[in-house]
């Protein structure tokens, strides 16, 4: 093993119920790295967390060295440096890369349909604005039902009807949803994880919208019982991962469901990735994106997501120059290639954000939970 660190306990803050603190202990669980979770308590940490790393959101964590860390993705490929044995990335160059394309995707992409789930129907609201009223915000004096009407009005305000999704576009979101279990539940009846008997960082990027949203929340899990149960069994199954679980087989190339869902990913993501990349070079706050015929209006425009899109171009000028014409048929068949290359001058930062994952540079300053 590479240097670790010293096999001491992690400390995770961040919260029970949140999207990317899951995908962090999903990810600490397989490659068998100790961590303990701790609840990221409001108001007093956020001013901590923007002195040491620029910004506060969840999930926070702090090595026994003392340094804190921020951002999954960025955590992960660190990780991954230091704890190198059972890696979570395939070692083929074309399969890392689709691994890199559905990590960000699940990232980027799935947050908002996830937060719609939990935030925009009763049944949700009422089970995560009680959670999280009890276990984030015990700093702030106020009575539980105080704190239940805050968080209910912040995250509708900040990531449902505040982030594109208008009272138009809630079928089409939903629709979203229930194609992608569809195409996840013929893989899923096929194979223990995305790409074969092992998980990769596919599977860890798709537990942050699954194991602590659809997976958890009152209306998608329903929805999963009923339409998608072999998905609903991988996300246990992903759970109750450890490293012995990284010794399985992959599949060869890239498979046609997964393709399916590249294809996917090419009509919503990307799309509205170079919509974004737009208005950041505006400087427009919001935009909107036409997604499948779904209007998502006002979303707000983001810088990181600008570098994401630049990771990905990055990623791929790291393959190997004999595989790069295979993979470019690959992403052009699906519809990704010339998106992710559509915009000719990325509006970066000099720099940006290349101090992950212990400064964060342009991140939303938003807690996603």
């Known amino acids: 093993m590479g240097k670790n660190i010293d096999h001491d306990i992690l400390e995770l803050r961040g919260s029970s119920i949140s999207y990317f603190t899951g995908k962090m202990e999903n990810y600490f669980r397989l490659k068998g790295i100790p961590y303990r979770l701790e609840s990221m308590v409001f108001p007093g940490e956020v001013e901590r967390n923007k002195k040491v790393l620029g910004l506060s959101q969840m999930p926070v964590v702090q090595l026994p060295d003392g340094r804190?860390?921020?951002?999954?993705?960025?955590?992960?490929?660190?990780?991954?440096?230091?704890?190198?044995d059972n890696p979570v990335v395939p070692d083929h160059p074309v399969q890392a890369f689709v691994c890199f394309l559905l990590e960000d995707w699940a990232d980027e992409w799935w947050w908002r349909p996830a937060m719609h789930y939990r935030w925009y129907y009763?049944?949700?609201?009422?089970?995560?604005s009680g959670h999280l009223a009890r276990e984030v915000m015990g700093g702030l004096p106020l009575p539980l039902f105080v704190k239940r009407a805050m968080l209910r009005r912040r995250q509708r305000n900040g990531y449902t009807r505040g982030d594109g999704i208008g009272p138009a576009a809630i079928a089409g979101v939903e629709a979203d949803v229930a194609a992608l279990f569809s195409q996840l539940e013929t893989i899923f009846s096929k194979r223990r994880?995305?790409?074969g008997d092992r998980p990769t960082l596919a599977d860890i990027g798709?537990?942050?919208?699954?194991?602590?949203?659809?997976?958890?929340?009152?209306?998608?899990?329903?929805?999963?019982?009923h339409t998608a149960p072999n998905t609903l069994e991988w996300v246990m199954?992903?759970?109750n991962s450890s490293p012995e679980s990284l010794q399985g087989d992959l599949v060869q190339g890239i498979p046609d469901d997964v393709r399916a869902l590249l294809k996917h990913m090419a009509r919503g993501y990307l799309p509205y990735l170079n919509a974004n990349v737009e208005a950041v070079r505006q400087g427009k706050s919001t935009f909107t994106a036409e997604v499948d015929g779904v209007s998502y209006t006002q979303a707000r425009s983001s810088h990181y997501r600008v570098w994401c899109l630049s990771e990905l171009r990055s990623r791929f000028n790291l393959v190997p120059q004999d595989l790069r014409s295979g993979l470019q048929a690959l992403l052009t068949e699906v519809g990704i290639w010339e998106a992710l290359w559509a915009q000719d001058d990325l509006p970066l930062a000099k720099g940006q954000d290349s101090r992950l994952p212990f400064?964060?540079?342009h991140k939303m300053l938003q807690v996603n939970t």
């Open 68 to 84: 804190w860390m921020t951002d999954t993705t960025a955590m992960i490929q660190w990780f991954e440096g230091e704890y190198p």
């Open 122 to 128: 009763e049944e949700g609201a009422r089970f995560a």
């Open 193 to 195: 994880f995305l790409f």
């Open 206 to 225: 798709f537990s942050g919208p699954f194991f602590r949203h659809f997976a958890l929340d009152p209306i998608p899990l329903q929805l999963l019982r």
């Open 237 to 239: 199954r992903l759970w």
């Open 359 to 361: 400064w964060a540079d």
